[in-house]
């Protein structure tokens, strides 16, 4: 790219979150990544170079090396001219939705994050001419703490995700609870992976969005019902999938599109075999736990009708799921045992601050930083060397724990017998695909306070209310089931019956 030729009309507008913004190019498969801050939040331009740095090395010498590098892509730092920043940001600015407007974009350094467009197949340097269709996943956590240090039993048998729901539905953040449980997609298992997909196409909230032509066609829009929402996306994405025309539109032609996007997603998230070395953490303790969440709405309807939960089928190794969950597994002692552990540095730092660069708390991120994250021990010695890993574990299996995967799905062509991509089949055609990860910035070092009390938060609100009114509920049937045993043994077995029916 020409830092020295910038045009702010061949970018325009994709997409931000609370911390970055990214705008993309028209023509070329790139985006650019700029910082966001409070406006009475500056930073030098020196420090804002060094936080996009630290961003590229946390990439390339720790996630690329757990994930794989086809999966991960760090980027470079470019400085760009300040007036096409400022005239970007003017360009940009009626299409920022006004919930980000609180914090403004960069336009004072020059720098930004120089990245591939991951709505775009990763193997060609321009856009392509052929469709592309693109759907990005947020699946969150993907397992239950199995750790000693949890003082909530809940927190065995529920998970965290379904918990939060509740808090967030209630604190207004969301009009719904969605049946989405993480734990049903990292099963392995089809069956609940199909429903948890469906989940999050049913009530998208911020865990789905799907673009065609790098355009955002499908996501998050609570003024919308979701049976208009999958009428108007079946109406996008019937040309990938029946390309010939042969299906009538209405619900029967909505239901088979999205079965056929459901099941397509499925087959890419189960393939794969990029080499990452996540798999060295497997040994480890703690990494354990219920296969099931008891609040997931798959598993309740089953229980209702009698029947068990499929269990884990079980991910394939080299799958970007099973890489994932492997990651977020290094949080081994669940916020609570981690607590502590972040008081013992912080007692340390304020007696020697000058430490803080030693210890590696704002990087550098290098080799030597991954190669503590494979010290998988919980028997806490009482150093703080143990107290500071068990802290960069969790820093990093919160990460993981909030990255996005990125899929991008293109028909095939007729001859495609020169494709070295590889390809998903589905019922009438077959797709040329790529999967990434983003959403890889290392959590901050100063956020595990925040994440401490939002555990207890949202625990207590679920125990509180969704936990309590369940109790409630058995309590009542265990009471007439008493009151019927009671009838039992003062009738004789015929009245019995009657009484009973």
Known sequence: MDEGKMDENEWRYHGEGNKSLVVAHAQRCVVLRFLKFPPNRKKTSEEIFQHLQNIVDFGKNVMKEFLGENYVHCGEVVQLPLDFVKQLCLKIQCERPESRCDKDLDTLSGYALCLPNLARLQTYQFAERRPILCVEIKPKC????????????????????????????????????????????YSGNKQRMYFALKSLLQEAQNNLKIFKNGELI???KDARSPMADWSELAHHLKPFFFPSNGLASG?????????????????VLLSGS????????????????????????????????????????????????YKTLQVQMLDLLDIEGLYPLYRRVERYLEEFPEERKTLQIDG??????????????TEDDGTVAFALTKVQQYRVAMTAKDCSIMIALSPCLQDASSDQRPVVPSSR??????????????????????????????????????????????????????????VLHKTMKSECRRTCC
């Open 429 to 486: 055609s077959r797709f040329a695909f790529s999967v990434s990860v983003l959403d890889l910035d290392l959590k901050p070092y100063e956020s595990i306070p925040h994440q401490y009390k939002l555990d207890s938060k949202i625990v207590n609100y679920y125990l509180k209310t969704v936990h309590a009114k369940d109790a409630t509920v058995m309590s009542t049937r265990f009471k007439e089931s008493e009151d019927c045993t009671l």
């Open 251 to 267: 619900p029967h032609c909505t239901r088979a599109v999205i079965r056929e996007l459901v099941r397509v997603i499925t087959r």
């Open 274 to 321: 990029d080499k990452g070395r996540a798999g060295a953490l497997r040994s480890g303790p703690g990494l354990r736990g219920p296969p099931v969440c008891e609040a997931s709405p798959f598993s309740r309807s089953l229980r209702c009708q009698g029947k068990n939960t499929p269990e884990r089928s079980g991910l394939p190794k080299g799958c970007l799921l």
């Open 142 to 185: 993907g397992f239950i703490p199995s750790s000693s240090d949890v003082t909530h039993e809940l927190k065995h048998r529920v998970c965290r995700y379904c918990m939060h729901q509740h808090l967030k539905v209630a604190t207004g953040k969301w009009k719904q609870i969605s049946k989405y449980c993480p734990l049903d997609l």
């Open 364 to 377: 550098p991120y290098d080799e030597a930083f991954y190669q503590r994250l494979l010290d998988l021990s």
């Open 218 to 220: 499908y996501g998050c």
